[in-house]
């Protein structure tokens, strides 16, 4: 890379390094990540513009630094612009039957020390896994599964950082038949015995059907059936949703133009608030 280049590049206050990633999706990387979320959409904004196109989604992950500590890194993916008028969808202001918001950046995280779990995607916690169980086989060996589950759960194994899903087992016992999933796994410590390990999902979504709650599925398995969340309808097209323990926010929906936001000072089931867009893809099925 000569001189000029590598001065463009700071200029856009980004530093793209090489360093081995945990497990990361194949996507462009700023290590570390800029503080805060403002800071962060700006670099992903630049560095897609640097490659001559639009952030089409964005997500945090975990690296090994230079000297081996553990740092935040951003991942995201670009995609061709897309003029303002084509945001709108030809479905007009009709309300969908139901509508998925995709997430580039969705995992599950265990810490076996104090047994919580937590699943989230784009820096908001979905579930506070109460509805989840754990058993810890082996220091680098759990089975995970969802009340809800019926006839399978998840093996985690993070010294092979894999995961498993499993049936005809005893759920807590070893055996069944078993067939490795396309999730990767992180891990904080010792993969033999770590303090924390993260389930990072490919495909994640929550789907939001005309008259029940939402799901929030990766894998193919539902990880929540919404009994925790919120859902108003303020118009046909538009919606507000939270996850009860949401105090400061709330998540706004458009599903005529396809957008989403994340909304502060104001309140609930009611227009107004400060609105922050979100590059989560929402897609309405009518």
């Not at 060996?141 to 399978?152: A, I, M, T, V």
Request: proline share 6%.
């Amino acid at each position: 890379m000569n001189t000029t280049r590598r001065k463009a590049l700071f200029g856009l206050v980004l530093f793209l390094v090489s360093i081995p990633l945990l497990a990361a999706p194949p996507q462009k990387n700023i290590c570390p990540a800029p503080g805060d979320e403002a800071a962060r959409r700006a670099a992903v904004e630049a560095a897609c513009r640097h490659f001559g196109s639009a952030p089409k989604g964005w997500g945090m992950h975990s690296a090994f630094g230079p000297r081996g500590e553990i740092i935040d890194c951003l991942h995201f993916t670009c995609g061709a612009s897309r003029p303002a008028a084509a945001t709108r969808s030809d479905a007009g202001d009709r309300a969908p039957k139901r509508f998925m918001l995709r997430f580039s950046d969705a995992y599950l995280v265990h810490e076996p020390g104090r047994g919580s779990l937590q699943i989230t995607a784009q820096g908001s916690v979905l579930s506070y896994g109460n509805d989840w169980q754990v058993r810890k086989l082996k220091p680098y060996l759990y089975h995970l599964r969802q009340d809800n589950w019926k006839g399978f759960y998840w093996k985690v194994n993070t010294s092979r950082k894999a995961v498993y899903k499993v049936k005809g087992g005893r759920f807590g016992q070893l055996g069944g038949s078993e067939k490795r999933t396309g999730i990767n796994v992180d891990v904080v410590g010792n993969a033999e015995s770590p303090t924390r390990f993260f389930l990072r999902f490919q495909d994640a979504y929550l789907v939001q059907p005309a008259k029940a709650r939402p799901q929030v599925v990766a894998e193919g398995s539902a990880l929540s059936y919404g009994s925790d969340w919120q859902v108003k309808r303020l118009k046909p097209y538009l919606y507000h949703l939270r996850q009860n323990n949401w105090q400061q926010f709330f998540w706004k929906v458009n599903t005529s133009r396809k957008e989403m936001y994340r909304v502060t000072g104001g309140q609930f089931g009611r227009l107004g608030g400060r609105d922050e867009k979100l590059g989560i893809t929402v897609e309405p099925v009518y």
